[in-house]
């Protein structure tokens, strides 16, 4: 009778330790010395321990790796987000990032951010539910390209009306439209780009993976093939809403100047 009860303890005693270990339950925030950037999907990545919870120093293998656990990135993916953070790395030829130098004003962070104030008006690394609520007002329960694109457009023009040194290059364009597309994959239904509204309020909010909300990370590896194809449905809708008197309207081949942007930074 003792053997079964402390055969039934410690069964009970591997359980919990085998949920302790896993990143997908592990979620704090930022301690003290710790730094996060503009990008809530990163910052959840640290938070989970999928990247160095510091939000430092973070390698190439770290991002790979970090990537793939978290939301099966694949490698190429990795590498090419990992260019072009670098690149904000004051320090010349680095083999790092960390986060808060995410932060380097059109570098990759840009204006009109779904859920964070200009620079002219504020700190991009702290997550602003004003913003966000704008953007998520023009979310239905389910959230498509069509949606996504109509978000995009609607910050745009608000950034554009309250902002007197609002600007926004071809390449951040294209990362905000890639942006969208990424968040409806990873978090939704990769082929039939949707994805259900209360995960992408959860992450963006807390910046936790929303697994309390039944999200598992995906089965099919997302790659820059899938990526570029998201992005440019986005971009399809993104253009039938630009009104040409507010917003100086561009070419389609977003995916061709997130590339083009690759090559300027190595």
Same mark, same amino acid.
């Given at each position: 009778? %003792?053997l +079964?009860?402390?055969?039934?303890?410690? *069964?009970? +005693?591997?359980? *919990?330790?085998?949920?302790?270990?896993?990143?997908? &339950?592990?979620?704090?925030?930022?301690? +003290?010395?710790?730094?996060?950037?503009?990008?809530?999907? #990163?910052?959840t990545f640290?938070?989970?321990?999928?990247?160095?919870?510091?939000?430092?120093?973070?390698?190439l293998?770290?991002?790979?790796?970090? @990537?793939?656990?978290? *939301?099966?990135? =694949?490698?190429?993916?990795? +590498?090419?987000?990992? /260019?072009?953070?670098?690149?904000?790395?004051p320090?010349p030829?680095?083999t790092?990032?960390?986060? /808060?130098?995410?932060?380097?004003h059109?570098?990759?962070?840009? /204006?009109?951010? #779904?859920?964070?104030? =200009?620079?002219?008006?504020g700190?991009?690394?702290?997550?602003?539910?004003?913003?966000?609520?704008?953007?998520?007002?023009?979310?239905?329960?389910?959230?498509?390209?069509?949606?996504?694109?109509?978000?995009i457009?609607?910050?745009?023009?608000?950034?554009?009306?309250?902002?007197?040194?609002?600007?926004?290059?071809?390449?951040? &364009?294209?990362?905000?439209?890639g942006?969208t597309?990424?968040?409806i994959s990873? @978090?939704?239904?990769? &082929?039939?780009l949707?994805?259900?509204?209360?995960?992408v $309020?959860? @992450?963006?909010?807390?910046? %936790?993976?929303?697994?309390? #909300?039944?999200?598992? !990370?995906?089965?099919?590896?997302?790659?820059?093939?899938?990526?570029? %194809?998201n992005?440019?449905?986005v971009?399809v $809708?993104?253009?039938?809403?630009?009104n040409?008197?507010? #917003?100086?309207?561009?070419?389609?081949?977003?995916? $061709? !100047?997130?590339?083009d942007?690759?090559? %300027?930074v @190595?």
């Amino acid at each position: 009778m %003792r053997l +079964a009860a402390f055969l039934s303890l410690a *069964v009970a +005693a591997a359980a *919990v330790n085998v949920s302790n270990s896993d990143p997908f &339950e592990q979620w704090h925030g930022p301690k +003290a010395g710790d730094v996060r950037g503009p990008c809530p999907f #990163l910052n959840t990545f640290a938070n989970h321990g999928f990247l160095p919870r510091t939000g430092k120093y973070i390698t190439l293998d770290d991002l790979t790796n970090g @990537l793939f656990n978290a *939301v099966n990135f =694949d490698a190429n993916i990795s +590498a090419f987000l990992f /260019d072009f953070a670098i690149s904000t790395n004051p320090e010349p030829n680095s083999t790092w990032f960390s986060l /808060d130098h995410l932060t380097r004003h059109n570098v990759l962070e840009h /204006d009109a951010s #779904l859920s964070r104030v =200009d620079a002219f008006h504020g700190h991009a690394d702290i997550f602003n539910q004003e913003a966000f609520d704008e953007t998520r007002s023009h979310w239905g329960d389910i959230v498509n390209v069509e949606s996504g694109a109509a978000a995009i457009v609607a910050r745009m023009k608000t950034c554009k009306s309250t902002n007197p040194q609002y600007s926004l290059s071809q390449l951040g &364009e294209a990362f905000i439209l890639g942006e969208t597309a990424a968040f409806i994959s990873i @978090l939704g239904d990769a &082929e039939a780009l949707t994805v259900e509204k209360t995960r992408v $309020e959860y @992450l963006f909010q807390n910046e %936790r993976l929303p697994t309390e #909300l039944g999200w598992k !990370r995906p089965e099919a590896q997302f790659t820059t093939d899938i990526l570029v %194809r998201n992005l440019q449905a986005v971009a399809v $809708e993104y253009q039938k809403r630009l009104n040409s008197t507010v #917003l100086r309207k561009r070419g389609v081949d977003y995916a $061709e !100047r997130l590339m083009d942007g690759r090559a %300027r930074v @190595l």
